[in-house]
């Protein structure tokens, strides 16, 4: 595997299902992020994690659990749902080191909440 | 106010058309400045990136950040079919890595 892999690629979940999205970095990186992109709205970043420890927190429901157990690997625990969370979810990481530094995405899980 | 504008389209053009992409921003702390493309079901990937103001070209695509009016824009010139698909302006903060993504344009490219 190369890249930033993301898995499930779909999931449909009703408002009372607990599942969880995985998203794995083959890059070195050290910072990992979750996005959600909704139609015709800008990619919302939810979550920040550098090494390990999460940096950010952008006003996101408690319903959104994140985890991070090292650099390379970043989950997002979901429970209680509701319909308006209904989009792609898309994981990056990135290098801190410098002034500048390019985020890498995965494909993201198109999540559809019943 | 949102910091990044830009115009969800979709903008539709026929084949060797020149195609202009753009986004207003409202913080002038940003320094670095990107394009992502993202084709239908991946997720985005760097195109291109510029460091204040000024051009950049990359083969058929130009970059250009005008930062006394808050305005980037990218063209392609020569459009093709495979260029259909989601453009992203995204900036960052000098000494940031926190990302501030515009909406995106649909480009749709008519052979």
């Known amino acids: 595997e190369t890249g930033v892999t993301q898995t499930p690629r779909h999931l449909v979940m009703g408002m009372t299902n607990k599942k969880s999205l995985k998203c794995e970095q083959h890059l070195g990186h050290n910072a990992m992020y979750w996005y959600k992109q909704s139609a015709k709205k800008p990619l919302e970043l939810m979550f920040v994690?550098?090494?390990?420890?999460?940096?950010e927190n952008n006003s996101v429901p408690s319903r959104f659990s994140p985890e991070c157990p090292n650099s390379s690997h970043l989950f997002l625990h979901l429970h209680t749902l509701q319909p308006e969370d209904s989009a792609l979810y898309l994981c990056?990481?990135?290098?801190?080191?410098?002034?500048?530094?390019?985020?890498?995405f995965g494909p993201g899980t198109r999540l559809t909440v019943l | 106010q949102k910091e990044v504008e830009q115009d969800p389209g979709p903008l539709s053009v026929p084949e060797g058309a020149i195609v202009s992409l753009n986004c207003t921003y409202s913080?002038?702390?940003?320094?670095?400045f990107m394009w992502y493309r993202q084709y239908s079901r991946k997720g985005p990937e760097l195109l291109m990136y510029t460091y204040s103001s000024g051009n950049k070209e990359d083969g058929r695509f130009t970059a250009q950040v005008d930062k006394s009016s808050k305005y980037i824009s990218l063209f392609i010139r020569d459009s093709q079919p495979s260029d259909s698909a989601t453009y992203l302006c995204?900036?960052?903060?000098?000494?940031?890595?926190?990302?501030?993504f515009g909406a995106g344009t649909r480009l749709f490219v008519k052979a």
């Open positions: 994690y550098n090494f390990k420890e999460q940096t």
């Open positions: 913080n002038s702390a940003f320094q670095y």
């Open positions: 990056a990481s990135s290098s801190t080191s410098g002034d500048y530094n390019e985020q890498f």
């Open positions: 995204a900036m960052i903060h000098t000494g940031g890595f926190k990302t501030i």
